[in-house]
């Protein structure tokens, strides 16, 4: 074998890793665009996964403290409302006692003790005077409803009565407060002291905020889209309807402060106001 034979083998031995390389390095610097795009696609998507992960789970961490909070706020207010109840109980009890010990001091016949509601037979469901048993019976019976109801007495008869008699408006918020006409709803600017006079403001209030409430209804209907911003004026709509449910109930129970309920009345009657100015 010559020198030149020697010679190409060597050279032939030395070329061939840099061949492989070469292939490989064209390989690395041809790679389609379409295996480009797709591995970047899922990057991407496997980023915003994991994004939406952590907030979806921020945001279930947040609820839960949310729902924690609450619970904790009406465990309080109802430990409040207990106490306070008992409170009351305690006071009246006190009262009572107090005021036998003056009559039997004086001499006087020991008053009766009166129960607004009680077992069957033992008194008047609160809210409303007596009814004769007779005239009761055929009031259920006019109604179209079993007089007598087995095991039931006076005092379940006509709590069951006073039910089937009460009216609830078809409203935005249901409730047993009679409307009043628009023309009525015009509040004087003092509060009423009277029972009767409370209880026409608190109509007063409740038609006033009825009829907006239908008017605002009205108005997010017609112009409901299938876009966030309208969805989310819904919804306000919506929030602020159940807001007012509690102040309708407090209505119905006159269970409402002067301090709380003269402000209403102030903002219902500036309101009143503005629309009648030209």
Do not use: C
């Amino acid at each position: 074998m010559d020198f030149a034979a020697l010679m190409s083998k060597e050279l032939s031995k030395t070329k061939k890793p840099s061949d492989t390389s070469t292939e490989s390095d064209a390989a690395i610097k041809y790679k389609k665009r379409a295996d480009i795009e797709a591995e970047r696609r899922a990057a991407y998507l496997a980023e915003q996964k994991a994004i939406e992960e952590e907030r979806q789970a921020r945001a279930a961490a947040k609820r839960k403290r949310e729902e924690e909070a609450a619970a904790e706020k009406d465990a309080r207010e109802e430990k409040r409302r207990r106490l306070a109840e008992e409170s009351r109980k305690r006071r009246e009890e006190e009262e009572w006692e107090a005021e036998q010990a003056r009559r039997r001091r004086l001499g006087l016949p020991e008053k009766v003790r009166k129960t607004s509601q009680g077992a069957d037979g033992d008194g008047v469901p609160e809210g409303g005077e007596d009814v004769p048993e007779e005239e009761l019976v055929a009031k259920l019976r006019e109604l179209g409803h079993p007089a007598v109801l087995f095991g039931e007495g006076h005092v379940a008869r006509l709590r069951r009565y006073r039910k089937l008699t009460t009216v609830v408006t078809d409203g935005p918020i249901p409730t047993t407060l009679q409307p009043v006409k628009e023309e009525d709803m015009k509040v004087e600017g003092t509060m009423p002291k009277d029972k009767e006079g409370r209880k026409w403001l608190y109509r007063q209030l409740a038609s006033y905020f009825t009829m907006v409430l239908i008017e605002y209804e009205k108005a997010m209907e017609a112009e409901k889209r299938d876009t966030a911003a309208s969805r989310n004026a819904y919804n306000a709509m919506v929030q602020t309807r159940e807001n007012l449910r509690p102040l309708y109930r407090k209505f119905e129970r006159d269970d409402i402060a002067n301090d709380l309920l003269s402000p209403i009345t102030e903002i219902m009657l500036e309101s009143l106001e503005a629309q009648n100015r030209p």
